[in-house]
């Protein structure tokens, strides 16, 4: 269910748009209730590895961007900075200010919400991505710092070690990344994640 029939159909349009260019995505189409979306039901069979999660999303980045808007970082973040403590307040305006600073390309085709939830391995062995709805338009670097955000925040013990470990494993198989892009996103999927 989204918040307006014209947000689903908007959602509807994007999925159909990456299934017909061959990114792995269930059959999509809007119910007699205008603003609900029904998917083609795939039923899991174990876990996908990093390497063909990976491998699944770069598909996805190499779409052509038209009518996407521009990834917006923060986005999930602003709505929830009124509870939020002074320190982290003060560091998201930190990030805020390095990411303007960046002015990072933007180049490609990015899920904007990726982590493993994302990902559906069937029965016979093919990985799907699911939940496109936050598709938008950053470096491929985007999808990468928020999956290395999530595997640091998966295992008890000290961030700063987990961060640097989950940074490394991500970067090992995505190795034309760029290691400096990929961080400073990590960073801010952390402080959403928080």
Same mark, same amino acid.
Request: with cysteine.
């Given at each position: 269910?989204? $918040?307006?029939?014209?947000?689903? +159909?908007?959602?509807? +349009?994007?999925?159909?748009?990456?299934?017909?260019?061959?990114?792995?995505?269930?059959?999509?189409?809007?119910?007699? #209730?205008?603003?609900?979306?029904?998917?083609?039901?795939?039923?899991?069979?174990?876990?996908?590895?990093? #390497?063909?999660?990976?491998?699944?999303?770069?598909?996805?980045? &190499?779409? $052509?961007? *038209?009518?996407?808007?521009? =990834?917006?970082?923060?986005?999930?973040?602003?709505?929830?900075?009124?509870?939020? $403590?002074? %320190?982290?307040?003060?560091? /998201? #305006? #930190?990030?805020?200010?390095?990411?303007?600073?960046?002015?990072?390309?933007?180049?490609?085709? /990015?899920?904007?919400? =990726?982590?493993?939830?994302?990902?559906?391995?069937? &029965?016979?062995?093919?990985?799907?991505?699911?939940?496109?709805?936050?598709?938008?338009?950053?470096?491929? +670097?985007?999808?990468?710092?928020?999956?290395?955000?999530?595997?640091?925040?998966? *295992? $008890?013990?000290?961030?700063?070690?987990?961060?640097?470990? %989950?940074?490394?494993?991500?970067?090992?198989?995505?190795?034309?990344?760029?290691?400096?892009?990929?961080?400073?996103?990590?960073?801010?999927?952390? /402080?959403?994640?928080?």
């Amino acid at each position: 269910r989204y $918040p307006t029939a014209k947000a689903a +159909e908007l959602s509807r +349009e994007r999925s159909t748009a990456a299934r017909n260019a061959g990114v792995a995505t269930p059959a999509v189409w809007q119910s007699a #209730e205008a603003d609900v979306l029904c998917f083609d039901r795939i039923d899991a069979h174990g876990t996908a590895s990093l #390497e063909t999660m990976l491998s699944t999303l770069s598909r996805l980045h &190499q779409l $052509p961007s *038209t009518g996407l808007s521009r =990834f917006d970082p923060f986005l999930r973040i602003r709505p929830r900075l009124t509870a939020a $403590p002074s %320190a982290i307040r003060a560091l /998201v #305006e #930190e990030l805020a200010a390095k990411d303007a600073a960046l002015a990072w390309p933007a180049k490609a085709v /990015v899920h904007g919400d =990726f982590h493993p939830g994302q990902v559906i391995r069937d &029965q016979a062995g093919k990985v799907w991505l699911i939940d496109l709805d936050d598709l938008a338009v950053a470096p491929a +670097e985007a999808d990468l710092g928020n999956l290395a955000a999530w595997i640091a925040t998966q *295992t $008890p013990g000290q961030l700063v070690g987990l961060k640097t470990d %989950a940074l490394v494993q991500v970067l090992s198989i995505a190795s034309a990344a760029d290691p400096t892009l990929t961080a400073h996103f990590l960073d801010i999927a952390l /402080v959403r994640r928080a």
